[in-house]
């Protein structure tokens, strides 16, 4: 049994200073009988914990950033009035910081017999799934001097997913993919390996899209245009490796990756192409694969929502085998994984040669912008060594780069706000260009 106002209570008696010691209920019962009762008393008539019954509705999903309504429903089957104070407990990570207290407790009032709902406001601060623990009520008798405590488990889940904040560059990449595929006024003539119709020449054209045969038929020179091929086959493979366990900023270089990796798929799913996702360290983490093309970004954003980096050596031969086994027929293979100089000469490039015998291979890293920073200080003896080491640490990347590209792979190298539209405008330059 829980009383109310405790310590003013034992003031009231009188009969021993408070905070010397704790009177045992014999004591209390001795000293003032009438008001015992009464407090036990208001104990019999507060409503019972444990007959409450509870089910749960609302969200099961939200964007990280985002609000999640949980609602819980609460029916009192006793004949007796519930006056209640409530605490409906998630992971402290549902909530933004100091925000708690105010979002999971309530006060309420449920008649015998009746059922009240109320509504939880979620704001979680991480990715992954946030699942609820007990429900705490407190029922108060009539009087409010005495109270009832128990505890129930009430099943939910909440997934949080990744925010996609890179769909601003959406629009903008579209528009120029519609220019690829010559769906607009300004058409890319002379690229793409499909094609598309005649036109009349116009200064400034690739001489070599010039169709003879046409313009013999005609008293003008006809070009051809030409579009992208469609129905390509794109495998995204994530290191969740310890390097992609990084922070740059607030962000982990994971969820730097995942961002990329959304809006390329959201890109190439527009573009006609077919998008599989392979997440990898030493071990599959997650898979997409074989989802039609308006399937792929919900289930992409579903299968990443709880993945999280695992601190152990990337296995560079078991996700090149793993790729391959993915990826039997030609297709373009992104690797979104660090860009440090150890785990690429000891790990991926001496397995490089079997993905770019077959494949078009590109690698997208998040670089730090810090180390920018870094480079460009001076005026102190700190900020020159900080200088030296930032210039030292952007050519050791720069060389790797190098390396990777004369492998035949197309590096992307950018801070976590531009990786995702470089990664997007590498992915149309090789569609232009006729590679995939």
């Given amino acids: 049994m829980a009383l109310t106002g405790r310590t003013a209570l034992l003031a009231a008696l009188g009969s021993i200073p408070v905070g010397v010691f704790a009177p045992s209920w014999a004591g209390i019962l001795a000293v003032n009988a009438p008001l015992s009762v009464a407090i036990l008393c208001d104990y019999a008539l507060a409503a019972p914990v444990r007959k409450l019954q509870f089910t749960r509705s609302g969200d099961t999903s939200v964007r990280l950033g985002d609000s999640a309504e949980v609602q819980l429903t609460v029916t009192n089957p006793t004949a007796r009035r519930l006056r209640a104070h409530l605490r409906d407990a998630w992971p402290p990570s549902s909530w933004v910081s100091g925000t708690e207290q105010a979002a999971s407790r309530h006060r309420l009032t449920v008649p015998a017999g009746e059922r009240r709902r109320i509504s939880t406001i979620l704001r979680p601060t991480r990715r992954g799934d946030r699942r609820a623990e007990r429900v ?116 982990p270089r994971l969820d730097a990756a995942m961002d990329a990796a959304l809006l390329l798929t959201a890109l190439a799913t527009r573009a006609g192409d077919r998008v599989d996702l392979l997440a990898y360290d030493r071990r599959t983490r997650a898979q997409v694969q074989g989802r039609a093309a308006g399937e792929v970004l919900p289930s992409m954003v579903n299968a990443l929502a709880p993945l999280e980096p695992e601190l ?7 996700l090149s085998a793993t790729a391959l086994k993915y990826a039997p027929r030609r297709s373009l293979i992104v690797l979104l994984t660090g860009l440090d100089a150890a785990p690429i000469e000891e790990g991926l490039l001496p397995v490089l040669p079997q993905l770019t015998q077959r494949h078009t291979v590109v690698l997208a890293s998040v670089a730090d912008p810090h180390i920018a920073e870094m480079a460009n200080n001076r005026g102190t003896l700190d900020a020159v060594y900080n200088a030296a080491a930032g210039t030292q640490a952007q050519a050791q990347r720069r060389r790797t780069a190098e390396h990777l590209q ?31």
């Fill in 136 to 251: 705490t009520v407190r029922s108060y008798g009539p009087l409010g001097l005495a109270a009832r405590q128990g505890n129930h488990d009430v099943p939910w889940t909440v997934r949080v997913l990744p925010p996609f904040t890179s769909r601003k560059h959406l629009p903008s990449r579209l528009a120029r993919l519609r220019e690829l595929d010559g769906r607009t006024s300004v058409l890319t003539r002379g690229q793409g390996t499909e094609f598309d119709s005649l036109r009349e020449y116009v200064p400034g054209d690739d001489t070599r899209s010039i169709d003879w045969r046409a313009t013999a038929r005609q008293t003008t020179v006809a070009v051809r245009t030409w579009r992208p091929e469609r129905d390509r086959h794109i495998l995204i493979v994530l290191d969740t490796g310890r390097t992609s366990a990084g922070r740059v900023g607030d962000v």
């Fill in 312 to 318: 152990v050596e990337t296995d560079a031969r078991g």
């Fill in 406 to 436: 004369r492998h035949g792979v197309t590096v992307v190298d950018a801070t976590p706000d531009n990786l995702a539209p470089a990664l997007a405008d590498a992915y149309l330059a090789l569609k232009a260009a006729g590679r995939l």
